[in-house]
C-alpha cells in the first residue's frame, strides 16, 4: 500500500507528458509550427511537474532543483562527458564509413531560438524523468530498479509512437537501445550528484553539439553499438571524477574544520590573558 501511491502518482505524471509530447509528434511533426508547437509542450510538461512537486510534497531540493556549493566543477565534468560522447559517435562510426558535410548552419533567430528549444525539451524530460519519477521510484524500491523503469519509460516518452507503425521490430529496437542507455547513464549521474544541472548540462550540450557538428558519418550501420558503448565507458569515467569533486570538498571542509577550531583556540587563548 506505501508503495502503490508513489508508482500511481508516477505513471499519472509519465501518461501526461507522454500525451503530450507524442500529441505534438504527431500532429504538428514537419510543419511550420513544429518547433513552436514543440517549445510549449516541453514548457508544459516542466510547469506540470513544477506544480506537482510545489502543491504535493514542497520537494525541490530533494529532487535536484539546485545549485549545489560544486556547481561548477560538476558542470565542467558534464561539458567534458558531452564532449566525448560526441566526438565518440561521430568520428568512430565516420573513421570506418567516411564523413560527408551537414547542411550548413547561419547564424540567426531561428538558430538561437533551435538551441532554446532544444534546452527547454531537455530541462522538461530531466525534470519528469529524473526529478520526479526516479525520486519516487527510489524511496519505493530502491535505486536500481527505480532506474530501470524510469529508463524503460523514457524510451517510451523519447521515441515517437509513429516510428512503431512505420518501422519493422528491427528499426525499433535500433532506435530505442541507444536512448534506454542514455537514460541508464543519466540515472546514475543523477543518483551520483544529486542535481538535475548534471544530466541537463550533459543532454543539452551533447544535443547541440550533435545538432550543429558540421560533419556526420556517411553510414550509420554501426552507430548504435558504438553509443551503447560510449555510454557504457562514460560511466567510470564519470564516477571517477564525481569521486575526485567529493573528495575535494571533504577535504576543504576538513579545512575549514581545522581552521575554525585553530581560531577557536586563538580567541580562548586571548581571552585568558585578559582576563
Same mark, same amino acid.
Not at 176 to 194: D, I, N
Given at each position: ?35 513552436? *508547437? ?28 539546485? @545549485?549545489?556549493? /560544486?556547481?561548477? /566543477? ?9 564532449? *566525448? ?7 568512430? !562510426? ?10 550548413? *548552419? ?12 532544444? @534546452? ?17 521510484? #527510489? ?51 543523477? /543518483? ?7 544530466? @541537463? ?12 557538428? !558540421?560533419?556526420? !558519418?556517411?553510414?550509420? #550501420? $554501426? ?7 560510449? $555510454? ?18 571533504? /577535504? ?24
Amino acid at each position: 500500500m506505501l508503495r502503490r501511491r508513489p508508482v500511481m502518482k508516477c505513471l499519472i505524471v509519465f501518461a501526461l507528458a507522454f500525451l503530450v509530447r507524442q500529441a505534438t509528434v504527431v500532429f504538428f511533426d514537419n510543419t511550420p509550427y513544429e518547433m513552436g *508547437v514543440g517549445s510549449l509542450a516541453s514548457f508544459g510538461i516542466a510547469l506540470m511537474t513544477v506544480l506537482l512537486i510545489r502543491f504535493a510534497d514542497h520537494g525541490f531540493r530533494e529532487r535536484g532543483f539546485l @545549485i549545489p556549493k /560544486r556547481a561548477n /566543477r560538476l558542470f565542467s565534468v558534464s561539458l567534458f562527458l558531452a564532449c *566525448v560522447y560526441v566526438l565518440v559517435v561521430i568520428f568512430v !562510426p565516420g573513421s570506418g564509413s567516411g564523413f560527408e558535410a551537414s547542411p550548413p *548552419v547561419t547564424i540567426s533567430w531561428r538558430l538561437l531560438f533551435s538551441a532554446g528549444s532544444i @534546452i527547454l525539451a531537455v530541462v522538461a524530460a530531466e525534470a519528469v524523468f529524473r526529478g520526479y519519477v526516479q525520486t519516487d521510484l #527510489e524511496k519505493a524500491f530502491g535505486s536500481y530498479v527505480s532506474i530501470a523503469i524510469v529508463s524503460v519509460l523514457f524510451t517510451l516518452y523519447m521515441l515517437p509512437v509513429t516510428v512503431y507503425f512505420t518501422a519493422d521490430s528491427t528499426e525499433v529496437i535500433r532506435l530505442s537501445l541507444p536512448l534506454l542507455a542514455e537514460s541508464l547513464f543519466l540515472c546514475l549521474f543523477f /543518483r551520483e550528484t544529486k542535481t538535475l544541472l548534471c544530466p @541537463i548540462a550533459f543532454v543539452a550540450t551533447a544535443t547541440i553539439l550533435k545538432a550543429f557538428t !558540421p560533419l556526420e !558519418p556517411t553510414s550509420i #550501420e $554501426y552507430t548504435t553499438l558504438v553509443s551503447l558503448m560510449c $555510454y557504457v565507458f562514460l560511466v567510470p569515467i564519470m564516477q571517477m571524477f564525481i569521486a575526485e569533486v567529493k573528495e575535494q570538498d571533504a /577535504r576543504s571542509e576538513v579545512v575549514l574544520e581545522s581552521d575554525t577550531e585553530d581560531q577557536a583556540d586563538v580567541d580562548a587563548n586571548l581571552a585568558e590573558r585578559f582576563e
